[in-house]
């Protein structure tokens, strides 16, 4: 997915959101991605500042952001059940007095086989968001596949990566947010530099990448840029969604930077073992006698309550749900 969210707006996203799977289901898409703090857009007020001058932001961002409960997360699982789409959902999560950049793998049926907070927040991100622990570094089974997610630039640190690599990965999410910050400016923050390491992933770890993306329009520069020195920090369009194959391989027809709509491929995972027949970096091309990875994925919570479980806790959907009830669902979000 390649589109622009509706900044600092929980509900109006999510209605967005819903109509995007809609789309995808409309076009026979198995799996639609969507990027880095997709809802309630990312915080582009991070980079553009003192942190004095991002405090009236916070508040409005942590009301926007999803808790695991809300009824706009419901709403989106009930789409996904309703069209039969798998979706890859990136968002800002509030835990409490706490924010996480996480990412939800909704199942076709609602379900949630893969929940996951981003590892490590990037620069600026730590002073708004925590951070996550080694459980969080995860693949699961899914009737596509094994799918696995990381957000940004969880892709530049390589024990991540291979952390991913050997638990067999065949679909990777990459999400991104807009390429608009700084451009020109910092070429590490560019499209160019953080797709190469996108298509790195895929080429290194043999497996199929889709990598959504955010655009910036008018509305985001009129949000958050308020003088001449702000706008010159953040630019319009950039957006770049990809699709790569495990050879490396561009998939798909990108859109133009300033376009809204889906980057669509087929994948067939036979082309994985292709691919990992010249190099398969956790097998027969592994080194271990050399160099080997400590993944330490147990959780690691504040507090220990004996017997209590760690982990994400969903509302479970009722199975007697029909389109009707999500509809009614969904006109509860304004």
Known sequence: MQAEPVWLDAGATVEKTIGLIEDAAAQDVALLAFPEAWIPGYPLFLWLGAVAGQVPYVAQYHANSLTLDSRHLTAIREAARRTGVTVALGYSEKDYGSLYIAQTIIGSDGGVPLHRRKLKPTHVERSLFGESDGSHLKVVDTPLGRLGALNCWEHLQPLNRYAMYAQHEQVHIAAWPAFGLYKGIAYAFSAEANLAATQSYALEGGCFVIAPSQVVGERAIETFATNDEQRALLTTGAGNSRIYGPDGSPMGKPLDEYAEGLVVADIDLS???????????????????????????????????????FGPHFVDLDESADSTAAEAQLSSLA
């Open 271 to 309: 082309l994985i073992d292709l691919a990992k027949n010249a190099a398969d970096p956790t097998g027969h091309y592994a080194r271990s006698d050399a160099t080997r990875l400590l993944h330490d994925d147990r959780p690691r919570p504040a507090v220990v309550r004996p017997g209590e479980a």
